[in-house]
């Protein structure tokens, strides 16, 4: 890829370009002494993966001669990328393939998913091409990943200008910029949101990310295949069927969904945040007879325990319930029956829901007594705070908040968010 070019540009052909790499290395190649590919065949793979890459460009009537394969950046991407994701390893200077790995080259969602869960391991020097001005991304490059993963988190669809605001503000903190003048700032800030950008596009061109007019979220495919490495849930592994319930609602909240009898509670609670569609803005707690479980924090709250030591087998069976607050402000209360015991099936993904009914009141709403006035000022159009009821919950009608809607595949969308987040940000 040229050194200029924009997200708009990237070719949308990156996992093949990846798979005819790993493919053209065959049983392996040598490398320079610097460890960098020959120019010899860096010339045959440029056409042969079209990377787009330059060799030798003609400048104002002008051949510049390239010098060496760390010239195209495009191609440098592509050996990086298929390094940090296992598909390739250097071994007494030649470049050869990862013999317990060379499955995934013919499983694209499998393959997609791994480079899309190695990218933050890339060296940043080959994702974001070297210019006179660095933005923050490049000494903050792991940093600036996380952040976009925890953004996208989701599931939902989320502004490019949004991510590239959070980005700054998370790397920002991290540096003395107290020297520059506001002009300098302001530039700073541009090309930082530029390379977040450039990020973004890389990941919509592995097809790790969906795009609808400048909004962008994770694919399905990326959530539910890297969601599967992460679970490790075997065929016939013990499952829990849970029914959580929110107390006092109506028409009344539940869910149901399998989870490994082997999972955390910090797991669980995220698990249940995500079925639900709260947003875990708040504290929350497992109660199981005079027993609390939650986050603890070491300084008070002496009488709960620490939730990330706890597994759902070791405080529940067939039969059991569980209480879960969340928010102790509104006091949303909970119940957790543990209907059965199942074996996991295979190539079934778990964490799963599988059932479910209403939607999850808005965060902050004032418990169960401001949900009911909530709705019925909703339902009033001649109520006095009607209006500041529909500026708050940003919508414009009232039509727009359905308290009965309910919708599987987006709770396990969520679920699968989730589940990958928290393990990105080292949450469990």
Not at 364 to 391: F, I, K, N, S, V
Request: charged share 25%; aromatic share 8%; glycine share 10%.
């Amino acid at each position: 890829m040229p050194d200029d070019a924009g997200p708009d540009e990237i070719a949308p052909t990156l996992l093949e370009q990846v798979q005819a790499l790993v493919e053209w290395i065959g049983a392996g190649r040598k490398l320079t002494q610097t460890g960098r590919l020959t120019l010899a065949d860096a010339r045959k793979l440029v056409p042969l993966l079209g990377t787009a890459d330059r060799i030798d460009p003609v400048v104002g009537g002008r051949v510049y001669r390239t010098q060496s394969s760390q010239e195209l950046p495009r191609l440098n991407l592509l050996v990086e990328w298929a390094k940090a994701a296992g598909l390739i390893r250097v071994v007494v200077g030649r470049l050869v393939p990862v013999r317990k790995n060379a499955k995934l080259l013919s499983e694209s969602e499998r393959l997609r998913a791994a480079l899309f869960e190695a990218f933050a391991k890339i060296p940043a020097e080959a994702v974001v091409p070297s210019r006179w001005i660095t933005s923050l991304v490049l000494p903050a490059f792991r940093q600036a990943c996380t952040e976009l993963k925890f953004l996208l988190g989701s599931g939902d669809w989320v502004l490019l200008g949004v991510l590239q605001s959070a980005v700054w503000g998370d790397l920002a903190p991290r540096f003395v910029l107290d020297h520059l003048d506001r002009e300098r700032l302001d530039r700073l800030r541009e090309i930082t949101a530029r390379d977040t950008a450039h990020i973004v596009a890389l990941w919509r061109a592995l097809g790790a990310i969906e795009d609808d007019e400048g909004r962008v979220r994770l694919s399905g495919t990326v959530l539910g295949a890297v969601m599967a490495a992460r679970d490790g849930t075997e065929p016939g592994e013990e499952l829990f069927q849970v029914r959580v319930t929110l107390d006092d609602t109506d028409p009344q909240v539940w869910r149901r969904v399998l989870v490994p009898a082997s999972i955390r509670l910090d797991r669980l609670h995220g698990v249940l945040q995500a079925a639900l569609g709260w947003t875990d803005s708040h504290l929350h707690v497992f109660i199981v007879g005079e027993a609390r479980y939650g986050w603890r924090d070491p300084d008070f709250d002496e009488d709960i325990a620490a939730e990330d030591t706890v597994r759902l087998a070791d405080i529940a069976g067939a039969g059991t319930v569980v209480g879960y607050e969340y928010d102790f402000g509104d006091g949303w209360e909970h119940e957790i029956l543990v209907e059965a015991v199942v074996p996991a099936e295979s190539g079934i993904v778990y964490p799963r829901c599988v059932d479910g009914a209403a939607a999850c009141p808005p965060e902050d709403c004032g418990g169960t007594w401001g949900y009911r006035d909530l709705r019925e000022t909703l339902a009033d159009p001649g109520a006095a705070d009607h209006q500041e009821m529909l500026d708050w919950l940003g919508i414009e009608y009232a039509g727009q908040f359905d308290p009965a809607a309910f919708d599987v595949d987006a709770a396990n969308r969520r679920i699968a968010a989730d589940w990958i987040t928290r393990g990105t940000r080292g949450r469990g």
